[in-house]
């Protein structure tokens, strides 16, 4: 992925937007605390094979990644929302597998935008 970890513009955006920085912090936050459970619907599903479950969660994850500026999840997610698309499962499975430290990434890097 070539994707930079954080657009922390994006929070800034979403402040902007909604007229409120501290709406955008506890989306941040509350982001963080979804993350494991977005990332474990993706692999759930892959690991069933339930492809609309996957397609469903990975659309999921490619939006609300995209709303909270991390930028590597949401090119992973839209690499499996593609892959899965074109039914290339074991594609999407080995993608998903990047997801656990793509998103520690993310998560620290929120940590770190947030508190500074």
Known sequence: MSAPVLDD??????ADS????????RFAARFVQLLPTRIARISDA???????AALDASLSLKVTSCT??????????????GDLRSSAIPAARSHAGALPAAA????AALERYLTA
């Open 104 to 107: 520690d990434r993310a998560c």
């Open 9 to 14: 513009q994006a929070l800034v955006r979403l």
């Open 46 to 52: 892959l690991l069933v094979g339930d492809v609309e």
């Open 18 to 25: 909604v007229d409120d920085t501290r709406a955008a912090a």
């Open 68 to 81: 909270a500026g991390a930028r590597e999840l949401q090119e992973l997610a839209v690499v499996i929302e």
